[in-house]
């Protein structure tokens, strides 16, 4: 099991950058299928970007792709995601959330609010 906890988040203007990071405690960091996650206010939860236990497979939304950028450090048990070019619509809640090597990712952080102002 695996406890998850995301920093980072602030407000900051459109065309800013924020580095994001999800830091976990627990066993096994290193063996876990990672992601990121956002919800904006009155909407679903969207998919941001994951990456492999390896950090490898890394695959990002299109509607973040060469803004975004995800990494890990399984030395720190730490995954991060670095947002430049920020855009108000990237306002939302980010959650990272990780996954063994089932389908369905079962631990989750309690998120982090970014905010673009225009």
């Known amino acids: 099991q695996v406890q998850l906890v995301e920093s980072g988040g602030g407000l900051v203007q459109a065309g800013g950058s924020l580095r994001l990071s999800c830091a976990a405690s627990g066993r096994g960091f290193s063996t876990y299928n990672l992601a990121w996650f956002r919800q904006a206010p009155g909407k679903d939860r969207e998919f941001v970007g994951r990456i492999g236990w390896s950090g490898g497979l890394i695959n990002y939304a299109d509607s973040v792709k060469g803004r975004f950028t995800i990494s890990r450090d399984n030395a720190k048990n730490t995954m991060y995601l670095q947002m430049n070019s920020l855009k108000p619509e990237d306002t939302a809640v980010y959650y990272c959330?990780?996954?063994?090597?089932?389908?369905?990712?079962?631990?989750w952080g309690q998120g982090t609010q970014v905010t673009v102002s225009s």
């Open positions: 959330a990780a996954r063994g090597n089932g389908v369905t990712y079962a631990y």
